[in-house]
């Protein structure tokens, strides 16, 4: 009996040195390293966006403020993704304590970034002589609310707001409209010639150093579908056209925090 259980705690001995010591390979087969829980969720969160939205670049991936998934941002545009890439949902999430709509805060802050890499020397500028607030919106020449905005630029610089222009003619490059924004930029007034323009007045072409490209490319890169678009200084959109009064209402719940 004692020669059986010496026997089989020998083997068993022999058995867990040969699992914790497996023969070593040779230097040039050395095993990859295992994904990370962490590396293994971002590469299912992006070939899930991948799989719905192909033809556009996720921008980011962070945790999403509730468990099992992702926040991601894909051109100014936050979605929610499930750590396995099994789910994902678009739509306002709110924090119910503090009446806060998370995702548009998210989507501000990406937004607030690219806008404030735009210095005013890229923007034709509408100063309101007390200014409350300053927004940015992109415009293009030929849109009718864009034109209705711009007829009524001197009653939103009363009421304290300074609009800024950045160009986003819809119909892109080489359009009649496209066109037109350069003409408006390579003129000695531009502000002059941009309130012609939205007049319906067809300006010569021109041609100088401008930057309604990049305009145009900051727009599709933020998230611009429609004109105009309107964005606050921490980069919330605000929305489309929206009288002197309506407007100072909304930048005021921004600045509030309610929105």
Not at 171 to 179: D, R, V
């Amino acid at each position: 009996m004692y020669r059986r259980l010496t026997l089989t705690l020998a083997m068993l001995a022999s058995l867990t040195a040969c699992a914790a010591e497996p023969p070593a390979k040779p230097a040039t087969a050395a095993a990859a390293p295992a994904a990370t829980p962490a590396a293994s969720s971002d590469a299912a969160v992006r070939a899930a966006v991948a799989k719905i939205l192909p033809t556009m670049a996720v921008s980011t991936v962070a945790p999403a403020p509730f468990p099992g998934f992702s926040e991601v941002a894909v051109q100014g545009r936050v979605f929610y993704v499930s750590n396995d890439g099994k789910f994902l949902m678009h739509g306002n999430l709110l924090d119910v304590a503090r009446n806060e709509n998370l995702t548009r805060v998210s989507e501000g802050v990406l937004r607030r970034d690219d806008l404030a890499k735009v210095g005013p020397d890229r923007r034709i500028i509408f100063a309101a002589a007390k200014p409350k607030f300053r927004v940015t919106v992109f415009t293009d020449v030929d849109c009718g609310f864009c034109r209705k905005l711009h007829e009524q630029i001197a009653d939103y610089n009363r009421a304290g707001i300074t609009v800024e222009y950045l160009f986003y003619p819809r119909s892109g490059p080489g359009s009649p409209s496209f066109e037109q924004a350069v003409a408006v930029w390579c003129s000695a007034d531009r502000r002059a010639a941009l309130t012609r323009a939205k007049a319906g007045a067809i300006l010569p072409p021109a041609s100088c150093e401008n930057p309604i490209a990049s305009d145009y490319a900051l727009g599709q890169r933020i998230g611009v579908d429609g004109t105009p678009a309107i964005y606050a200084e921490n980069g919330v959109q605000i929305g489309g056209y929206a009288p002197p009064d309506e407007l100072l209402v909304r930048l005021e719940e921004v600045k509030a925090g309610r929105f």
